[in-house]
């Protein structure tokens, strides 16, 4: 898992995504089948995927938010 962004933003400054991805836990699979898609068509692409970029006592809604606003699309 190595190969994606897990931005956390606990004060930092948030770093620029290209895409935030937004799933449900139970599409977790096709979704990193879809991120190493991306990422192999479009090499240097930054990805912000919630699987590990949350840690615990984080407060999950502004890690979230920062995520959201530090990428161009979500």
Known sequence: MGKYNFAVMKNTQPMK??????????DSSKVEAFVEMLKE????????????????????DDVIMNAIEASSYV
């Open 17 to 26: 995504n290209d895409i935030f991805i937004s799933y449900s836990r139970k």
């Open 41 to 60: 068509r479009i090499p240097g692409i930054e990805i912000w995927i919630e699987l590990k970029g949350v840690e615990a006592g984080d407060e999950f």
